[in-house]
T-cell receptor
Framework: DAGVIQSPRHEVTEMGQEVTLRCKPI?????LFWYRQTMMRGLELLIY????????DSGMPEDRFSAKMPNASFSTLKIQPSEPRDSAVYFC??????????????FGPGTRLTVT | SQQGEEDPQALSIQEGENATMNCSYK?????LQWYRQNSGRGLVHLIL?????REKHSGRLRVTLDTSKKSSSLLITASRAADTASYFC?????????????FGSGTQLTVLP
């Protein structure tokens, strides 16, 4: 398996522009998570999906952020309009039911977003 | 505040020494997991310990869990320079359809050659 795939790996954009981050989870996993990591705030859970349905989006900073999961193999995180304070590394992770229901998560390589 | 809090925030040791990192949490859990993150990379799952377990081993890793004190420790024995990374504990509390983990702030481990 290729693991969790994220694109792009790096994104540099200007303030006010729309940014779309993409994620392909591990095949067979039914939970998908979006995280943001910064030096100041550490690793923050933004939103997660079970069986393509958003379960908890309480971590989404504000209405400028939106996430979708149209099918089991694809998810997007969109920021519109982007602001410099959105600069961070965004991780996607997936998990699935394993023996004993441990639900360990598998992380993608992340997208480093820089908003100027 | 975060569910898991690691201690210390940073640890520097010589190659061959043991490294111990601690994690404290606040609520009841289903399991506790430790992850590793190399600079510029995603987190990688290392080891999981269930709430009814007290100790678990995997290679050079040893994890303990004390549910009465709501704390866990990760021991890396005979450390190597390649163990240099950030280590995070994550607590799992599954209720209903909830499957999320709550990550701590991490311990930055530096192993000097």
């Amino acid at each position: 398996d290729a693991g969790v795939i994220q694109s792009p790996r790096h994104e540099v954009t200007e303030m006010g522009q729309e940014v779309t981050l993409r994620c392909k989870p591990i095949s067979g996993h039914n939970s998908l998570f979006w995280y943001r990591q910064t030096m100041m705030r550490g690793l923050e859970l933004l939103i997660y999906f079970n069986n393509n349905v958003p379960i908890d989006d309480s971590g989404m900073p504000e209405d400028r952020f939106s996430a979708k999961m149209p099918n089991a193999s694809f998810s997007t995180l969109k920021i519109q309009p982007s602001e410099p304070r959105d600069s961070a590394v965004y991780f996607c992770a997936s998990s699935g039911r394993t023996s004993g229901a441990s639900y360990e998560q598998y992380f993608g390589p992340g997208t480093r977003l820089t908003v100027t | 505040s975060q569910q898991g809090e690691e201690d210390p925030q940073a640890l520097s040791i010589q190659e061959g020494e043991n490294a111990t990192m601690n994690c404290s949490y606040k609520t009841s859990i289903n399991n506790l997991q430790w992850y590793r993150q190399n600079s510029g990379r995603g987190l990688v799952h290392l080891i999981l310990i269930r709430s009814n377990e007290r100790e678990k081993h995997s290679g050079r890793l040893r994890v303990t869990l004390d549910t009465s004190k709501k704390s866990s420790s990760l021991l890396i024995t005979a450390s190597r320079a390649a163990d240099t990374a950030s280590y995070f504990c994550a607590t799992a509390r599954f209720t209903g359809s909830a499957r999320q983990l709550t990550f701590g702030s991490g311990t930055q481990l530096t192993v000097l050659p």
